[in-house]
């Protein structure tokens, strides 16, 4: 039988039921206690005469998110599962080499870098920035400001790791790979002590609900087992997280779409 939190994450990926939609739907039932507990955070418990009510309260936006990239999954391929796992749509704008090096855009871009990410008339620039900017729109960024400043520190911790793995494939891959392998479960340990310490590991890397840090770490440590596929041996409970990311319905269905499978990892081919 199809549980209650299924129907909801079915709804949310945007699959319609009963003439629902994913952004507009207003379902009916009886949950027990712990599925209350464990709503995704985009939805909202509404109280009604006939009963308890969930309202989804994500928010749709009307004019489209729009991400101008290079044809890699790079920096964008976080925003890309968040935004996939959020139920929503976007348009990719691919630039090619030849086009960044030569075209108008490169001086339009404020730090002359991208992605570059569009919500309606907000532009942003700066990959990370991006990623808060949809935590806070869909409500990825903890329950309260302490909450926040956890998961800022923890964003910053592994952009320091996706460094370290940026610098290898585009400045010392051949000579520097086998080394970086060596060191890596040094770096590995830090994110498996934070997730012991947090539900003993069975939840996310902060708190009992999704952030938009969960999307950049998961997406890390994909690339991190495509370097070295035994990687994670040594620590289950990362092992046990990447496996419950990759389950989400959401997520799942992004990660195995064409679009994903075909983009390439990184620009120079490296992996």
Same mark, same amino acid.
């Given at each position: 039988m199809v549980s209650f939190l299924q129907k909801?994450?079915?709804? /949310?990926? +945007? /699959?319609?039921?009963?003439?629902?939609?994913?952004?507009?739907?207003?379902?009916q039932a009886n949950p027990r206690t712990k599925d209350v507990d464990n709503i995704p955070s985009t939805?909202?418990?509404?109280?009604?005469?006939?009963?308890?009510?969930?309202?989804? !309260? +994500?928010?749709?936006? =009307? *004019?489209?998110?729009?991400?101008t990239y290079f044809n890699v999954r790079g920096r964008c391929a976080?925003?890309?599962?968040? =935004?996939?796992? /959020?139920?929503?749509t976007w348009k990719e704008v691919v630039v090619? $080499?030849?086009?960044?090096?030569?075209?108008?855009?490169?001086? *339009?871009?404020?730090?002359?870098q991208l992605p570059k990410f569009e919500d309606g008339d907000l532009v942003l620039y700066q990959s990370n920035a991006i990623l808060r900017h949809l935590g806070r729109k869909f409500s990825l960024y903890g329950k309260d400001h302490r909450d926040a400043a956890i998961i800022d520190m923890l964003c910053d911790?592994?952009?320091? $790791?996706? $460094?370290?793995?940026?610098? =290898?494939?585009?400045?010392?891959?051949? %000579?520097?790979? !086998?080394?970086?392998i060596k060191e890596l479960p040094s770096w590995l340990r830090c994110f498996e002590k934070v997730l012991e310490k947090n539900g003993k590991g069975s939840e996310f890397i902060h708190g009992n609900q999704i952030s938009f840090v969960d999307y950049s770490l998961f997406d890390v440590l994909l690339n991190l087992r495509l370097l070295d596929p035994s990687c994670?041996?040594?620590?289950?409970?990362?092992?046990?997280?990447?496996?419950? $990311?990759?389950?989400?319905?959401?997520?799942?269905?992004?990660?195995?779409?064409?679009?994903?499978? /075909?983009?390439?990892? %990184?620009?120079?081919?490296?992996?």
């Open positions: 909801l994450q079915t709804l /949310q990926c +945007g /699959q319609k039921r009963k003439g629902w939609t994913h952004i507009q739907c207003i379902k939805w909202r418990a509404v109280s009604h005469p006939s009963g308890l009510k969930l309202r989804y !309260a +994500g928010k749709k936006c =009307l *004019t489209g998110f729009i991400i976080a925003m890309r599962m968040l =935004l996939a796992d /959020q139920g929503q090619s $080499m030849d086009e960044w090096s030569s075209g108008p855009l490169k001086s *339009t871009c404020v730090f002359g911790g592994v952009e320091d $790791m996706r $460094m370290k793995y940026v610098t =290898l494939i585009y400045t010392n891959y051949e %000579n520097g790979k !086998a080394n970086f994670l041996k040594e620590f289950p409970l990362l092992s046990g997280y990447v496996e419950r $990311m990759q389950s989400r319905p959401g997520l799942k269905s992004h990660l195995e779409s064409k679009e994903f499978l /075909q983009r390439p990892v %990184n620009g120079n081919g490296k992996q």
